[in-house]
C-alpha cells in the first residue's frame, strides 16, 4: 500500500550512460514532482507535472528529460549520464492541482541514490 | 531572490526543547511549511503556517512566524530520540504552481 514508490532505490552507472528512474503514486493526486538533493542535503525542484503536463521546468539540463505517461506515473530520464548528476532523485505528489490552492502537502517518495562513476 | 536558509545542526538533549529558525525572501510566500526527514527516507509533512498568522500550535510543535522579518521558526516541546532527523522549512509561492522553495536543512541530533 506504498503511496509514492519509485525503482531503482540504488543506481549505479558509468559516466555517458543513460538511465530511467521509474515513479508511481496511488492517491490520485494530480499532480507530481521530481527534487534533486545533492551531497550537502540540499534539495531543489527540476520539473512538476499536472495531469500529465509539464507545469514547473526548472533550469535542468535538457538531458533530464521527464515522461509522464498518466497521471499517477512520472519517470526520469537521464542521458548521458556526468559525475555531477550523482544524488538521491526524489519523486513526489500532491492532490492540488495547479492555480487551485495555495496548500499543498507534497508526499514524498523513498529516494533513488544514483552514484555516478 | 529564493534563498531560504536554516543553521546546519543543532544538538538537544531529550526532553528539552527545540528550536529550528529559518529565513526566507520572498514576501509573497502564502504557505510556508516544516518538513522532516528521517535517515534514508523521503520528507515527510510536520506541520505548515498560512502568511497572515503569526503562531500555530500542533501538539508538540509550535511554529512562529514574522513575516516583517520573514523569519520562520519550528520549536519542538519534549525533544525525543524519534526526533533525530533533518528539518526543512520550505515557501510556497502565490501562483507558483505549487512550486516550494525549500531550505538548507537542519540536522537535529537529541542526545539522551
Known amino acids: 500500500d506504498t503511496a509514492v514508490s519509485q525503482t531503482p532505490k540504488y543506481l549505479v552507472t558509468q559516466m555517458g550512460n543513460d538511465k530511467s528512474i521509474k515513479c508511481e503514486q496511488n492517491?490520485?493526486?494530480?499532480?507530481m514532482y521530481w527534487y534533486k538533493q545533492d551531497s550537502k542535503k540540499f534539495l531543489k525542484i527540476m520539473f512538476s507535472y499536472n495531469n500529465k503536463e509539464l507545469i514547473i521546468n526548472e533550469t535542468v539540463p535538457n538531458r533530464f528529460s521527464p515522461k509522464s505517461p498518466d497521471k499517477a506515473h512520472l519517470n526520469l530520464h537521464i542521458n548521458s549520464l556526468e559525475l555531477g548528476d550523482s544524488a538521491v532523485y526524489f519523486c513526489?505528489?500532491?492532490?492540488?492541482?495547479?492555480?487551485?490552492?495555495?496548500?499543498?502537502?507534497?508526499?514524498f517518495g523513498p529516494g533513488t541514490r544514483l552514484t555516478v562513476l | 531572490g529564493e534563498d531560504v536558509e536554516q543553521s546546519l545542526f543543532l544538538s538537544v538533549r531529550e526532553g528539552d526543547s527545540s528550536v529550528i529558525n529559518c529565513t526566507y525572501t520572498d514576501s509573497s510566500s502564502t504557505y510556508l511549511y516544516w518538513y522532516k526527514q528521517e535517515p534514508g527516507a523521503g520528507l515527510q509533512l510536520l506541520t505548515y503556517?498560512?502568511?497572515?498568522?503569526d503562531m500555530k500550535q500542533d501538539q508538540r510543535l509550535t511554529v512562529l512566524l514574522n513575516k516583517k522579518d520573514k523569519h520562520l521558526s519550528l520549536r519542538i516541546a519534549d525533544t525525543q530520540t524519534g526526533d533525530s532527523a533533518i528539518y526543512f522549512c520550505?515557501?510556497?509561492?502565490?501562483?507558483?504552481?505549487?512550486?516550494?522553495?525549500f531550505g538548507t536543512g537542519t540536522q537535529l541530533k537529541v542526545e539522551l
Open positions: 520550505a515557501e510556497e509561492y502565490a501562483g507558483g504552481g505549487n512550486k516550494l522553495t
Open positions: 503556517i498560512f502568511s497572515n498568522m
Open positions: 513526489a505528489s500532491s492532490p492540488q492541482a495547479f492555480g487551485t490552492s495555495p496548500y499543498n502537502e507534497q508526499f
Open positions: 492517491l490520485g493526486h494530480d499532480t
